[in-house]
């Protein structure tokens, strides 16, 4: 099933939240670059949530931006 994405930030901890669900305690967690979290379907592997640490710092520090995973965009179906 294909998810809208949803973003918040925690401005606190400077953390960014992307979302495709809402985290829930059975899924795996894993490092995938310094500081990026994703956390992952128990059952399927696949990326349900990233956690990207030290957002802000990482913004004013470069350019350039760059998460290690690949995307598929499309536009969500209107009702």
Do not use: H, V, W
């Not at 500081?35 to 399927?44: E, F, K």
């Not at 802000?56 to 760059?66: A, G």
Request: glycine share 4%; net charge negative.
């Amino acid at each position: 099933m294909d998810a809208k994405l949803s973003f918040e930030y925690d401005r606190q901890g400077d953390i960014l939240y992307i979302n495709q669900c809402l985290p829930y305690p059975e899924q795996d967690s894993e490092e995938i670059d310094y500081g990026i979290i994703a956390r992952l379907n128990p059952s399927t592997g696949k990326i349900e949530n990233l956690e990207i640490l030290f957002f802000s710092k990482r913004l004013l520090e470069k350019t350039l931006f760059e998460l290690p995973i690949i995307a598929d965009f499309r536009l969500t179906a209107t009702t």
